[in-house]
T-cell receptor
Framework: QKEVEQNSGPLSVPEGAIASLNCTYSDRGSQSFFWYRQYSGKSPELIMSIYSNGDKEDGRFTAQLNKASQYVSLLIRDSQPSDSATYLCAALNTGFQKLVFGTGTRLLVSP | GAGVSQTPSNKVTEKGKYVELRCDPISGHTALYWYRQSLGQGPEFLIYFQGTGAADDSGLPNDRFFAVRPEGSVSTLKIQRTERGDSAVYLC????????????FGEGSRLTVL
């Protein structure tokens, strides 16, 4: 079992819709979670972090964390074609030494 | 520069050769990470430095891989006796300190082993 699991997609949504990206993790000791966006041929960039149960909103992005279910999600409202990218979920491991990434979910937003 | 700088951006080598990949982190960032990313996969952790010392090298796949950060800034990832399976993009990232998942990545060094 991988430490962080994501559906590889692609997830296809029309412009203006809500895109929902999901992630599960296996290390119950993980405390901090992150979403990175990676455009094709580019390096990952941090878009959201979440540290406690519940929702965290930042503009069109909402991160959700449920530690009991070991589940993290990212909602993108009013999706734009420029949101088309791979979204990487990551968990900071129990020793707070390394960030463990999932395989990423590819999002395609069609005009 | 303002961001993490990695050189070379592309490296093509032959099986069995030695390669070095360099990373210059954001000024003032004490933590430095190396990841490896293959096509269609997420970044795979290799090694993490806090200052000059390797705080966690558990991701290095075998003893052909070695990394240093002698002065607590620039880091070099060294790969001996390269194999075709080493072909990947090698990503370097830095952060302000340890215990944070807020990493700033360089553009990567694409290694191709023929």
């Amino acid at each position: 079992q991988k430490e962080v699991e994501q559906n590889s997609g692609p997830l296809s949504v029309p412009e203006g819709a809500i895109a929902s990206l999901n992630c599960t993790y296996s290390d119950r000791g993980s405390q901090s979670f992150f979403w990175y966006r990676q455009y094709s041929g580019k390096s990952p960039e941090l878009i959201m972090s979440i540290y406690s149960n519940g929702d965290k909103e930042d503009g069109r992005f909402t991160a959700q964390l449920n530690k009991a279910s070991q589940y993290v999600s990212l909602l993108i409202r009013d999706s734009q074609p420029s949101d088309s990218a791979t979204y990487l979920c990551a968990a900071l491991n129990t020793g707070f030494q390394k960030l463990v990434f999932g395989t990423g979910t590819r999002l395609l937003v069609s005009p | 520069g303002a961001g993490v700088s990695q050189t070379p951006s592309n490296k093509v080598t032959e099986k069995g050769k030695y390669v070095e990949l360099r990373c210059d982190p954001i000024s003032g960032h004490t933590a430095l990470y190396w990841y490896r990313q293959s096509l269609g996969q997420g970044p795979e952790f290799l090694i993490y430095f806090q200052g000059t010392g390797a705080a966690d090298d558990s991701g290095l796949p075998n003893d052909r891989f070695f990394a240093v950060r002698p002065e607590g800034s620039v880091s070099t990832l060294k790969i001996q006796r390269t194999e075709r399976g080493d072909s990947a993009v090698y990503l370097c990232a830095s952060s302000r300190g340890s215990g944070t998942g807020e990493l700033f990545f360089g553009e990567g060094s694409r290694l191709t082993v023929l």
